[in-house]
Antibody, heavy 119, light 106 residues
């Protein structure tokens, strides 16, 4: 069974940092292109960024609002995806999901982890 | 960046009726890489349709997706009480991947 489990969310002050993790199982993580998506409570979905598989260079892309502040990385040996967030702003508050796409089956999402940026 | 616009913003219908939700893209979506999600309060999005018209595992056949290029449609043939939720489209044909603003089905 494919599973994605996010962790690391919590309360952080504006300007602070936080690292989210996404532990995956049930598929070949090393070949997967992984994304992070967030959702402000009561608002819509926003794509945060993506990392390709290491055979495809492990390259990253980011949405404009987080570029230069967030870094996506992966450690294939432990099937884990990361989102390092720094210089956090109040508007970064939301539920953060990791997600991946399968050619036969489409997108699979984790259950999300809540990040609250507040003083 | 491809901007997705969903219409209508809110759709008011009754169980048993049919629903048509639209998603327009500001430029052509490569390879029809478009998905539809259903979301209920407090829950993660649930994938309904991927690649514009492929139904995800376990999704009832009353849900169908169609379209290509810049115009896409989600059709729900006979609304069940559990179908009343917010629906989002997402394109993944090119980075940055983007979402529509959502249609609330009430």
């Amino acid at each position: 069974e494919v599973q994605l489990v996010e962790s690391g969310g919590g309360l952080v002050m504006p300007g602070g940092s936080l690292r989210l993790s996404c532990a995956v199982s049930g598929f070949a993580f090393s070949n997967a292109w992984m994304s992070w998506v967030r959702q402000v409570p009561g608002k819509g979905l926003e794509w945060v960024g993506r990392i390709t598989s290491n055979p495809h260079g492990g390259t990253t892309d980011y949405a404009a609002p987080v570029k230069g502040r967030f870094i996506i990385s992966r450690v294939d040996s432990i099937n884990t995806l990361y989102l390092q967030m720094s210089s956090l702003k109040i508007e970064d508050t939301g539920v953060y999901y990791c997600t991946t796409y399968f050619d036969a089956g489409g997108w699979v999402w984790g259950q999300g982890t809540l990040v609250t940026v507040s003083s | 960046e491809i901007v997705l616009t969903q219409s209508p913003g809110t759709l008011s219908l009754s169980p048993g009726e049919g629903a048509t939700l639209s998603c327009w893209a500001s430029q052509s979506v490569s390879s029809s890489f478009l998905a539809w999600y259903q979301q209920k309060p407090g829950q993660a999005p649930r994938l309904l349709i991927y690649d514009a018209s492929s139904r995800a595992t376990g999704i009832p056949d009353r849900f169908s997706g169609s379209g290509s290029g810049t115009d896409f449609t989600l059709t729900i043939s006979r609304l069940e009480p559990e179908d009343f939720a917010v629906y989002y489209c997402q394109q993944y044909g090119g980075s940055p991947y983007t979402f529509g603003q959502g249609t609330k089905l009430e």
